[in-house]
């Protein structure tokens, strides 16, 4: 715990960003893989097998995913925007839909809407955690009444699973699927059971940063057998082989074409390195877990920072550490903190700017003002900052971090 005599105390240390000499003499990066000796030979082995795609260990990656996680199917892909492509396009969702969800996300959330013809609808956000509101939801839920919504899409930010049971309730009493942007949150808990298991489909990604990796990569989750198998199909251009799928027969080398689909497969390489990968699960969240309990120890109490709130009935898989500057929410003193914290050589990001302020959506996709009906999004977008995390990060690398971040509060504008 940080008092406010400690934080006073670095008044005389000179930032980086006046000429000072930084914390850290090296970069310390927000996020990055962990790749090890076993994950290097399942690389070499796939790259002297018969198949480097489509090949025999796509669906032993796959398979290793859907027990891990506790699902029937599980749908490799190419990463996790197709992930969510083709999670929208087996629920159904076409031109002239809508899905709900948050603006607190990766621009592909929604973007993959837009690829099939559909548009979002933005529900608000709590501005202490970032994680959609479910009483927002249920608020544009009823506006738009009637109208095209095809499904509620949450969103695991941070790694900290999103209302599961409240979304999941809202979407059954309006008939539409509820599915779950769970690209944040592999190895996170929800009430006991594993991030993934919720939700008719559920999308991951195995980006370099996240939970596991596969270079780039993604999977689709879901316990729907006719889901799964259009999921299978979208992946791979739209086309089967399947016997009983087929509308005529004119040799074993026919095959059809029965849908538009897209060339999303995953190789073998990236799915070796996936089913590696993946062993590592529990100790790379372990390992996270215990940093992000450094970082909350430490910042504690903090006059100028506060840590977001963690929901007691879910773990979060802390993909991401953010920390929300206080009191003062205004866009100059985040900007100036985070400034001040690369040049102190501290990696951080923000995490995100709300998709409804990108140009496009404001030129082609908004029809009404988001950011009046979004205020906890704007006030969380204005005050948070995103900390490193990642499994190989020392003790030592958490205490730079923090000292930093005690250095230049200090200097901020009273």
């Avoid at 009483?135 to 544009?140: F, G, R």
């Avoid at 995490?351 to 082609?364: A, G, K, S, V």
Wanted: proline share 5%; hydrophobic share 40%; net charge negative.
């Amino acid at each position: 715990m940080q008092t406010d005599s400690q934080v006073a105390g670095c008044v005389k240390s000179s930032l980086a960003l006046d000429g000072g000499k930084p914390v850290r003499d090296t970069w310390l990066p927000y996020g990055h893989q962990l790749i090890d000796d076993a994950d290097i030979n399942a690389v070499s082995q796939a790259l002297k097998a018969d198949f480097l795609t489509q090949g025999p260990s796509i669906r032993v990656f796959e398979d290793a995913v859907a027990k891990k996680v506790g699902v029937k199917y599980a749908v490799a892909i190419s990463n996790g925007t197709a992930a969510l492509h083709a999670a929208y396009y087996s629920a159904g969702i076409g031109k002239g839909d809508l899905i709900v969800t948050a603006p607190v996300t990766f621009a592909a959330t929604s973007n993959a809407a837009l690829y099939l013809g559909a548009k979002p609808l933005f529900a608000d956000v709590d501005p202490n955690t970032g994680l959609i509101d479910v009483d927002s939801v249920a608020k544009l839920l009823k506006s738009t009444e009637g109208s095209h919504v095809k499904a509620i899409v949450g969103i695991d930010f941070g790694g900290q699973p999103c209302h599961y049971r409240e979304l999941e309730a809202l979407a059954a009493s309006h008939g539409v699927p509820f599915i779950v942007d769970a690209a944040h949150s592999l190895g996170a808990t929800y009430q006991g059971q594993k991030a993934g298991f919720a939700g008719v489909l559920s999308t991951m990604s195995f980006h370099p940063v996240k939970s596991i990796t596969t270079g780039e990569g993604g999977m689709i989750l879901t316990n729907d057998a006719n889901l799964y198998e259009k999921l299978l199909m979208f992946r791979s251009h739209g086309i089967t082989k399947a016997k009983d799928k087929l509308t005529r027969d004119e040799g074993p080398w026919y095959h059809e074409m029965q849908e538009l689909g897209y060339n999303y497969r995953l190789c073998d390489i990236q799915a070796a390195l996936g089913t590696s990968q993946i062993t590592k699960l529990d100790t790379f969240v372990k390992r996270r877990r215990e940093i992000a309990a450094h970082y909350r120890t430490k910042l504690a109490n903090h006059p100028n920072y506060q840590c977001a709130t963690a929901h007691d009935d879910r773990e979060s898989a802390y993909h991401l550490f953010p920390i929300l500057v206080k009191d003062t929410p205004s866009p100059q003193n985040r900007r100036f903190v985070f400034e001040a914290l690369h040049a102190e050589n501290i990696g951080v990001q923000v995490h995100y700017i709300p998709t409804y302020q990108m140009p496009y959506y404001q030129n082609h996709v908004n029809d009404r003002d988001w950011a009046s009906l979004c205020p906890g999004a704007e006030e969380f977008y204005q005050r948070e900052i995103g900390l490193p995390i990642f499994p190989a990060m020392t003790d030592s690398d958490v205490d730079d971090v923090v000292n930093a971040l005690n250095k230049i509060a200090s200097h901020l504008p009273k």
